[in-house]
């Protein structure tokens, strides 16, 4: 395994590798890599011949109150993890890199950036749309492996694709979990031993929608009324939103739809560290 620092490198390496004919993969990370992202390594692995994974916190994405500087950055830690799932390469370049002096170029995907996360963290999307566009160009990978956790992110990035026409297919790997249901995130290394405990109230509260849904009841409000109550039950948890959207726009929707796949998204602070979490009803985003 082979880890890259400069973008010029990373283009020379990846443009050797079409011309050999490999498939390539691309995971992109923020690092604090975690059993999600290993999965993803793991899928990349066994779909295409060399994996690339990215590991570059990205500042374009963070608003100033945001934990951009306390991110958790060990670059040996997460080669380490990266090479018990045969990644071939880790491309891992400066801020400097990415974002040059005099840097101007951002990609901004309308309505999607600016609902849910988006409404809670502006220009969030904006820097995540311009990093993921910018490692396409740099990487140029046929597949690019995103969780589904980050369920807003992947429908973004997936119109972004269309509607550019960019040449890679986006492949969705499934949310993995803790033993009590919490979803792997960087961000949980914040918890408190209490605050851990408690977030468990983020699938909790999912795993009622789904229930009542699997019920028969399709009214949204009713829906989030009985997911509002479990998380206010508990006293560490302070809901930041929490709504039921269509996937393609992220509008919220008053009654579940029988055909169309309907996302079921939450972000929930436990003192100062937010986690987001979701499900999807009638199919997959
Ligand atoms: O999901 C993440 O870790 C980041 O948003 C991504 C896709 C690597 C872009 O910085």
Known sequence: MEIINRATRMVSVARDLRADGKIIGLVPTMGALHEGHLALMSQAREM???????VF????QFAAHEDLAHYPRD???DAE??????????????????YPNGYKTYINVETISERLE??????HFRGVATVVNKLFNIVHPHFAFFGRKDAQQVILIK????????????????TVREEDGLALSSRNVYLSTDERKAATVLRRALEKCR???????????RLLNAMRAIIEAEPLARL??????DTTNLEAVTTVPYVSPTLVSMAVFFGKTRLIDNIVLNGEI
């Open 48 to 54: 295409c011949d060399t994996v690339i994974a990215s």
């Open 57 to 60: 916190v990205n500042p374009t």
């Open 75 to 77: 670059l040996a830690r």
């Open 81 to 98: 993890l990266a090479f018990t799932r045969n990644v071939d390469y880790i491309f891992a370049p400066t801020p400097d890199d990415v």
């Open 118 to 123: 988006g409404a809670a963290r502006p220009g």
């Open 159 to 174: 119109r972004m694709v269309k509607d550019l026409v960019m040449d890679v297919e986006i492949v969705v790997g499934p």
């Open 211 to 221: 229930s009542l849904y699997h019920g028969g009841e399709r009214d949204s409000g």
């Open 240 to 245: 930041d939103y929490l709504a039921i959207t």
